[in-house]
């Protein structure tokens, strides 16, 4: 069965560099979570985003920005990079119109590990 | 989202069943306890869900208190590979919440190690 991709896997910046990071859902899948887990931490709801419309928003800085694609993919842009943003990057995606809590359960990808020097 | 609390940590034998406990007093009626699993450094992965019955699938049980101030998330034979961090959340249902589209909020989870 088809999974989440994310890309880069891997992503390694200097500091006050941006960065991208991408998030392909599910086929079908409607809704779009992004979350950061720093080393030895639990991880920390972004943003989501519902039929292209950000849905939610929780602990994101302002130097971040994301939005999801007419094709549901979803980008998340990193600018002005802190040490501090070194962290894996979660994204997840769930069939939210499906109309049933059954299949809300969120997908999540392997992540994007980001570093910065 | 109700607070919870789990153990921070718990060891099991191989073969043997893996008893999970979770708090969450101060859970609201349209409320949902949801588990989830982190294998080291992979993506967090849903197991189970449930409002107030006790559910059971391929992978794991849930036994709800009446009260539904507790729960117990049960790996009936634990293998290696349950090695893991282990979540208990509670979040509105996105169908019952309104506003909620299912955001998960993480606390300081369970880390289950099975050993030989």
């Known amino acids: 069965a088809a999974g989440v991709i994310q890309s880069p896997r891997h992503l390694i910046k200097e500091k006050r560099e941006t960065a991208t990071l991408k998030c392909y859902p599910i086929?079908?899948?409607?809704?779009v979570y992004w979350y950061q887990q720093g080393p030895g931490q639990d991880p920390q709801f972004l943003i989501s985003?519902?039929?292209?419309?950000?849905?939610d928003k929780g602990s994101i800085p302002d130097r971040f920005s994301a939005q999801q694609f007419s094709d549901y993919h979803s980008e998340l842009n990193m600018s002005s990079l802190e040490l501090g943003d070194s962290a894996l990057y979660f994204c997840?995606?769930?069939?939210?119109?499906?109309?049933?809590?059954?299949?809300?359960?969120?997908?999540f990808g392997p992540g994007t590990r980001l570093t910065v020097l | 989202d109700a607070k919870t609390t789990q153990p921070p940590s718990m060891d099991c034998a191989e073969g043997r069943a893996a008893n999970l406990p979770c708090n969450h007093s101060?859970?609201?009626?349209?409320?949902?306890v949801y588990w989830y699993r982190q294998i080291h450094s992979q993506g967090p992965q849903y197991i189970i869900h449930?409002?107030?019955n006790n559910e059971t699938n391929e992978m794991a049980s849930l036994i709800i208190t009446e009260d539904r101030k507790s729960s117990t998330l049960i790996l009936p034979h634990a293998t290696l590979r349950d090695t893991a961090v282990y979540y208990c959340?509670?979040?509105?249902?996105?169908?019952?919440?309104?506003?909620?589209?299912?955001?998960?909020?993480f606390g300081q989870g369970t880390i289950l190690t099975v050993h030989p």
């Open positions: 997840a995606s769930s069939f939210l119109k499906s109309g049933t809590s059954f299949y809300n359960e969120q997908f």
């Open positions: 086929p079908r899948h409607d809704t």
């Open positions: 985003f519902y039929e292209k419309m950000q849905s």
């Open positions: 101060t859970i609201s009626g349209n409320e949902y």
């Open positions: 449930g409002l107030k």
């Open positions: 959340i509670v979040r509105v249902d996105p169908y019952a919440g309104g506003t909620s589209y299912g955001k998960l909020t």
